[in-house]
């Protein structure tokens, strides 16, 4: 198993104020960060995943615009011409990207956005976007996440080692993030991104997006 190639951010400008949150989440595999995201989005309706554009073909029970926008390498390469994506990469020989126009649409809105990317996808994010939130989620042990990435049974002995080698190497980039989650007890640590997401909602750049009738009556300035 390959690699994925480091991702490619493309060029911009740093992006106002939204009314709406970017969060961006990390985590080496098996760490738990789907079933936390899955769990969130459960409890905070206001929140959406990130849909992502990929070359590779629908798997069973994949829907069109719901789980990705599937899209041919031609047409994929043409919208990384035309700036239409916010960062790139390819994995396992796909090119998956993250679209800045649908992002930046719905954090107009006022709808909170979920980003689930590796690091390299985070560091180019919060680049562009400065007031993301920035999540790394972080199993309690590398002996741990080996006995839950072998009891998925999805994957070869092989490949298991060759994820806890990779996870090893992502662990040690923890610290390009405002908030690392540990997660040993899955209550626990969504409780844990529940606390981060209220927070982030409550600063006041996000405050003032939100409720600027309130702050221009309360002579809130800033």
Request: net charge neutral; no cysteine.
């Amino acid at each position: 198993m390959n690699p994925p190639s480091p991702r490619t951010s493309q060029s911009g400008k740093p992006h106002p104020v939204r009314a709406g949150s970017l969060f961006v989440v990390a985590a080496p595999s098996g760490a738990g960060k789907t079933s936390l995201v899955r769990a969130l989005l459960d409890r905070e309706p206001r929140m959406q995943l990130s849909v992502s554009f990929t070359t590779r073909a629908p798997r069973p029970g994949e829907i069109e615009g719901r789980d990705y926008f599937f899209v041919d390498r031609a047409g994929f390469e043409q919208r990384r011409e035309d700036g239409e994506f916010l960062e790139w990469a390819e994995v396992h020989g796909n090119l998956y990207a993250t679209s800045r126009r649908w992002i930046e649409e719905r954090m107009a809105a006022g709808v909170d956005i979920v980003l689930e990317i590796d690091w390299q996808g985070a560091v180019q994010v919060q680049r562009l976007y400065p007031d993301a939130v920035g999540i790394f989620v972080a199993p309690p042990s590398i002996q741990a996440l080996h006995e839950r990435l072998v009891g998925r049974g999805q994957d070869s002995v092989e490949v298991i080692a060759q994820r806890v080698s990779a996870a090893e190497a992502e662990l040690k980039q923890a610290h390009r993030f405002q908030y690392v989650i540990i997660n040993q007890d899955f209550t626990r640590a969504l409780g844990e991104l529940l606390t981060i997401v209220e927070a982030a909602r409550l600063r006041f750049a996000q405050q003032k997006a939100r409720h600027a009738e309130t702050f221009d009556a309360l002579g809130i300035r800033g």
